[in-house]
């Protein structure tokens, strides 16, 4: 009897798990679980069993039963999953995605924010001045004479008050250690201004950052260890890096220099920027400024530098003119969002 | 300034290539900016001279020479320079020449006359960058002979001089420095100086501007061209030849740096008076043009009158002409400033003022006028009187300077050790006094380095010679605080991210704007005194031209959806205060371009921009109407009540103006008050843990009664439950319709939560009855079910 029921339970999981369709399928749970089911119809044999044979048959019923069911279930389960698979088959994924449009930051201010970073890493922190200043801050306390050539009409844009538009950010040198004794480990990122002509590589309006380190015992070595470090972490650490002699009125020793890096097109060694020991001379200016002995020479050094941000966004983005930058055509300013 | 490696070489050993002369005078701060060769292959060049020309019979700017090339026999040459005169010596490439610029020379015939070779110009045969008419030889050079053997193949490099460096404006100067840097000796420019002085025939009455004069007589010149050799070696370093005598003086000064000028002795009235021009004194300069003085600028003048602005050009009267016989010969010492000031104001910028400007040696003076007289005596004959007019003394030595070896090392970050400290000053020509310690030296200046003014010029020195590259990099950092500029900079780094996250694109303008521009700002702009070019004559008030440029720019190349901003300084009139301002603008389409799943196109509007200004999460952020005579519609933008902004659509009459092809909408948002508050922390509120319940109300209000006068009743119902409420629909009446005009429908959902438990429907429905009463009440609504 055992038997007959183990055989009944193996046809209908045989034949569930080989059902082609949902009537099929259907018909086999009404065949085997319905009312008058095969299996169904068992629960009225087991009034003729005996008591001995009575739990035994009855654990394989429900067994079979419940087999059975699970089964159905799952056949009914697979079909289910088929057909759901089959009314989306005809979508074309290749279609186009809904566009979400992020917009994108300005090419200079993606090349500012990376320099900035780096600096920030090193331990400098933000100083800012204004655009609009005077020859003082510009010219007199960076050790630049009245006389000289830097410091004209030609060069320089003027306001009818005398004022003039910064030639370049050093004048955050001087505002820096005005209003804070040291040390300074600053960078001032900002714009400057020469009476240039505009063509591809000049612009009457550029980007600098400027950098001031005064503390006790800073030497030439801590410069370089700082424009090397800074230039591998922007351009990679493979980045050749030379210092030349160079002048400027407000450093001395003065140095400028060049980098030859892969991630710069062309593989030529490139004039980057200027650098040097801050002139003593500026400390005694800063000093008479502020009328103590802050910024005593003897005691403290510095170096300064200025980043030419434009030009360095130009080599590393490979743009071949400036104008670019202040055309802000949507093509151009997506092409580096 | 431009040397010939040939001539350099005369005075001093140089690295056995150019690359690596290049490099050492580079690494020591005299940057070769230019490396060009010149010359080359010269084969089947030879020295021709000129015997007739006549004018082409078929061409107006075309001559037919007949040259003699040697050969005995004329060789026919059709010429197109008009620079040359019959009996001039002059290149000729015959056939089968292959000039240094790639031009093949066959025989040939020029608007049908036979051409048997070509006549050259300095640039054709690469000796210089002057093509302007014929190379013109010297007087001396042997006709037939080969045109290599006058020019040998050079190479110029091309010198950056920073200014602190006037000593390297020569080539005995750069041949000084360049010896100094590899321990050889340079060739001493030896002169015979020994002329008596005298103090006849000068007088300084600007001794400030002038400390000293000499003038020098040279009697019997004969003036014609130059021999080859000192053309050539003019025209390699960038001066054209003129005659024997103005050539020596720019010979000298390229030699020894010394600028040198000659007046035709005969045409001068008695002494020279060295005084400052008279206010309004006019000048006939040897450019031709007549210039105007003022009482600052200093002028040389005989006892009729001016006769050469001083430092920086000669009068046109008293040059030396092919007919002066007597030469006065000046060298003089001038005051920088004076001539840069004078050289500038003039816009008359020459080589002799270049280097007065600079500072020339003033141990060099006399012996550069006795170097030019002996070269006079030698190419133009003459002879030197045998005293020399001087007035004023020349400079003083520089004073000393002391150098501390410790505070040198100090200041480079490397042991340099005091011996070679000692050799490599001693080697640029500075001489160590008996003055000094074991560990501070002191050092006598030579007059040529006037920049050695203390101990950090010292130091300079030894860093240039020592090798910047032998100091090893060094990392050494500071903890720094917090700065109010880290500050503002990171506020904008999160508002430019908010932006962009929008989908906005950042802008960067000239803060220089055109005069139109300027005159379109209702408060005016600051002006620049000397703009150079009419797209940047004033300081931008506000960033509203600029965006509006970049709208009309991409407009204009195709750009259908324009949504942008900008985030920079504004320089407010009348003394061009700095602020950070935030400038946005809209127009054109919601979306770049229509997408397959899109429902309908929608322009960009007053709500597109008010929703970007939103999303900055200003604190306490407001918007109230207002009126601008740019905007058709304005609203002040406001932070916890103060205005820091306008938005607003502009008028029709203006986007016309402009050619805009949308409604234009723009912000401007002044970001000072936002980067001096101090940033508001976040804190953590509890989530709501029991479910909200949802109400809906639709009513009919007159057209002109605004959703925040709706909100206003609601928040003042002061309802504890109500958490929020939100407008979902909003139209407009019409005529017939169940709104009716001069009316509009809002419907708001008002969501009631309690933070304690579920509220039950009943609660909520005694609560909203009450609201819809009040709104009823306060406001007339009239409530639709």
């Known amino acids: 009897m055992s038997h007959e029921l183990e055989q009944l339970r193996d046809t209908a999981l045989g034949e569930i798990s080989a059902a082609p369709d949902e009537q099929s399928l259907e018909a086999a749970r009404v065949g085997y679980l319905g009312k008058s089911g095969s299996i169904s119809v068992w629960g009225e044999r087991m009034r003729g069993l005996s008591k001995e044979e009575k739990p035994i048959v009855g654990k394989l019923l429900n067994e079979a039963r419940t087999a059975v069911a699970a089964a159905i279930e799952q056949r009914a389960a697979e079909f289910r999953a088929s057909a759901e698979t089959a009314a989306l088959a005809n979508i074309d994924i290749t279609l186009p995605g809904q566009p979400a449009e992020i917009g994108g930051l300005h090419p200079l201010t993606q090349m500012l924010d990376r320099a900035i970073s780096i600096f920030r890493r090193m331990g400098f922190a933000l100083a800012e001045g204004p655009d609009v200043d005077t020859e003082w801050y510009c010219f007199d306390a960076l050790n630049t004479a009245p006389d000289h050539p830097a410091r004209n009409e030609q060069d320089t844009f003027y306001l009818p008050d005398g004022r003039l538009l910064r030639t370049h950010t050093s004048t955050v040198q001087i505002r820096t250690m005005m209003s804070a004794p040291p040390p300074i480990r600053v960078i001032a990122p900002g714009a400057a201004y020469r009476r240039d002509e505009v063509d591809a590589t000049h612009s009457a309006q550029f980007h600098q950052i400027e950098g001031l380190y005064v503390d006790e015992k800073v030497s030439v070595a801590d410069l370089k260890g700082t424009i090397e470090f800074f230039l591998r972490e922007l351009l990679g650490q493979q980045t050749e890096i030379r210092f030349r002699p160079h002048y400027f009125p407000f450093t001395e020793p003065s140095f400028e220099f060049d980098v030859r890096s892969k991630a710069i097109k062309g593989g030529k060694w490139l004039e980057l920027a200027g650098c040097g020991m801050v002139h003593p001379a500026v400390f005694e200016e800063v000093n008479r400024a502020r009328g103590d002995d802050a910024y005593d020479p003897e005691k403290y050094t510095g170096f300064a530098f200025g980043l030419g941000m434009d030009r360095l966004a130009m080599l590393l983005f490979d743009i071949p003119d400036i104008r670019y930058f202040a055309q802000n055509d949507l093509r151009f300013l997506r092409q580096f969002a | ?785």
């Open chain 2, 1 to 785: 300034m431009k040397f010939s490696v040939n001539w350099l070489r005369e005075f001093v050993d140089l690295p056995a290539t150019t690359e690596a002369l290049a490099d050492l005078l580079t690494f020591a701060g005299v940057e070769i900016e230019g490396v060009e060769e010149r010359g080359g292959n010269f084969d089947n060049v030879v020295v021709a001279q000129i015997r007739e020309s006549v004018q082409h019979p078929n061409a107006d700017r075309l001559s037919v020479c007949q040259v003699d090339d040697g050969s005995g026999t004329n060789r026919q040459i059709v010429c197109g320079a008009k620079n040359y005169k019959v009996g001039d010596k002059v290149p000729l490439a015959v056939p089968g020449a292959a000039l240094p610029n790639g031009l093949k020379i066959k025989a040939s015939k020029l608007r049908g006359v036979e051409s048997q070779g070509m006549l050259c110009s300095p640039s054709e045969l690469k000796v210089s960058e002057d093509s302007d008419g014929l190379l013109i030889l010297g007087a001396d050079a042997p006709i037939g002979a080969p045109f290599a053997s006058l020019y040998q193949p050079d190479t110029i490099l091309d010198v950056e001089i920073t200014p602190n460096r006037p000593d390297l404006l020569s080539y005995f100067g750069l041949a000084r420095e360049t010896a100094a840097l590899t321990s050889k000796s340079v060739k001493p420019v030896n002169v015979d100086a020994n002329a008596a002085a005298t103090g006849d025939g000068v007088t300084i009455r600007a001794l400030r501007e002038c400390p000293f004069y000499s003038a020098r007589r040279i009697e019997n010149v004969t003036v014609g061209p130059s021999p080859s050799w000192l053309r050539t070696k003019l025209e390699a370093s960038g001066i054209r030849a003129i005659n024997n005598i103005v050539d020596i003086t720019n010979y000298v000064m390229l030699e020894v740096g010394q600028p040198l000028h000659a007046f035709d002795a005969d045409k001068l009235d008695g002494a020279i008076d060295v005084r400052l021009a008279t206010p309004g004194e006019k000048f006939l300069a040897l450019d031709g043009k007549t210039y105007q003085l003022s009482e600052r600028d200093l002028m040389i003048a005989d006892q009729a009158r001016a006769v050469a602005i001083g430092g920086v050009m000669g009068g046109e009267d008293t040059g030396v002409t092919n007919s002066t016989r007597n030469v006065l010969l000046e060298a003089a010492y001038f005051l920088p400033s004076s001539i840069r000031r004078t050289a500038r104001t003039l816009n008359l910028p020459s080589d002799a003022s270049y280097r007065f400007e600079r500072g020339v040696d003033p141990g060099m003076t006399l012996r550069a006028s006795a170097r030019a007289a002996e070269l006079i005596q030698q190419i133009a004959g003459g002879t030197p009187a045998a005293e020399i007019s001087v007035a004023g003394a020349p400079l003083e030595r520089p004073t000393d300077v002391s150098l501390r070896y410790e505070r040198c090392n100090q200041l480079l970050g490397v042991t340099v050790g005091s011996q070679q400290v000692d050799s490599i000053l001693q080697q640029f020509g500075l001489t160590r006094s008996s003055a000094g310690t074991a560990d501070a030296s002191v050092w006598s200046v030579p007059s040529h380095r006037r920049d050695l003014q203390r101990e950090v010029d010292l130091i300079e020195e030894v860093v240039r010679a020592y090798g910047i590259d032998k100091i090893a990099p060094r990392h050494r950092s500071r903890f720094t605080p917090q700065s109010d500029a880290d500050r503002a900079a990171d506020l904008q780094s999160v508002l430019r991210q908010r932006l962009v996250a929008l989908g906005l694109f950042e802008a960067r303008t000239s803060a220089l704007i055109s005069r139109a521009d300027a005159s379109t700002s209702a408060r005016g702009a600051v002006d620049l005194k000397n703009p150079l070019s009419e797209d940047h004559v004033a300081l931008r008030p506000s960033l509203t031209a600029g965006l509006l440029d970049v709208l009309m720019r991409n407009q204009n190349m195709g750009a259908s959806s324009i949504r942008l901003f900008e985030l920079g300084r504004v320089f407010a009139p009348p003394d061009a205060t700095e602020r950070r301002s935030l400038g946005l603008l809209f127009s054109g389409e919601t979306a770049r371009a229509p997408h397959w799943r899109a429902t309908a196109k929608r322009q960009l509007d007053f709500f597109d921009l008010k929703g970007a200004i939103e999303a900055l999460r200003i604190p306490e952020l407001g918007f109230r109407r207002a009126e601008h005579p740019a905007f058709a519609l304005a609203a002040e933008i406001t932070a916890a009540g103060e205005v820091i902004g306008l938005a607003g659509q502009l008028a029709t009459e203006r986007a016309t103006q402009l050619g805009a092809a949308a409604p234009v909408f723009l912000a401007q948002i002044d970001l000072e008050p936002l980067c001096q508050s101090a940033r508001s922390g976040c804190r953590y509120e509890e989530i709501d843990k029991y479910p909200a319940v949802s109400r809906d109300i639709a009513m009919i209000v007159p057209e002109a009664l605004s959703h925040v006068e709706v909100e206003g009743v609601l928040a003042a119902a002061n309802e504890p439950l109500v958490q929020s409420v939100r407008l979902f629909d909003l139209f407009s009446g019409r005529e017939g319709s169940s709104v009716g005009s001069g009316k509009k429908s809002l419907a708001y959902t008002l969501t009631y939560r309690d933070k304690n438990r579920t509220l039950t429907g009943d609660e909520v429905t005694v609560v909203h009855t009450r609201i819809r009463e009040r709104l009823k009440s306060e406001l007339g609504a009239e409530l639709r079910e």
